[in-house]
């Protein structure tokens, strides 16, 4: 994994320290979400791609998404909750090519997951999950109205928008654990496994 992954790390500890002081928790926050959209590129780029790089990336998304869910309200863990198990069901079954291993799912999680979320589909659900409770952070501390100037309008387009992302990729994650209980009471391979 290139440096950038363990970066990450820091900034998402950084940003836990910080939670209360929002002009150094967002930039923190924000600049671990935005390396997350290039380290395994990256990583791919420069030869330094493995199965550990993958795992340990949808664990820092984790761990940051986590952090901020229960920051932000009492029942935030639930979200982080599913989040793990979802990464526990598709890690053990699908292993580090989670993200390509859909091909034989359901059209509408075949469109979520096509191209590894490059697509404006899957772009929505990504956006989803790592904006949307980056958002409800700026929306709680009045962020996007006192920074961005941003009418009350916008900010509830934006908080719909996003978690309509968000109940997409939840749609997608009941499917992924589903699968799995199915998995695992049946004899079968998983898919993605299968020769």
Sequence with gaps: MVPAGYIRIGLVLAAWAASETPALFV???????????VDGWLARRLGQSSRFGAW????????????LWSLL???????????????????????????????TSPRFI???????FRTPLGTWV??????????LYGCQWDLLTRWL???????T?????LGAGR???????????????????????????KN
């Design 27 to 37: 930039p923190l926050y924000s600049a671990s979400t935005a390396l997350d959209g």
């Design 56 to 67: 340990l990336d949808v664990v820092v998304d984790n761990m940051g998404r986590g952090m």
């Design 73 to 103: 309200f009492e029942w935030g863990w639930l979200v982080s909750a599913l989040e793990w198990c979802v990464f526990v069901c598709n890690h053990n079954t699908r292993g580090d090519h989670w993200k390509n291993s859909f091909t």
């Design 110 to 116: 075949r469109a979520i997951m096509a191209n590894g």
């Design 126 to 135: 990504v956006s989803g999950l790592h904006c949307l409770p980056l958002w």
């Design 149 to 155: 100037y941003l009418p009350s309008w916008i900010q």
């Design 157 to 161: 387009l934006g908080t719909v928008l």
């Design 167 to 193: 109940l997409l990729a939840l749609s997608a994650e009941i499917w992924c654990v589903w699968t799995h209980i199915e998995y695992l009471t049946s004899d079968e391979e998983p898919e993605g496994k």
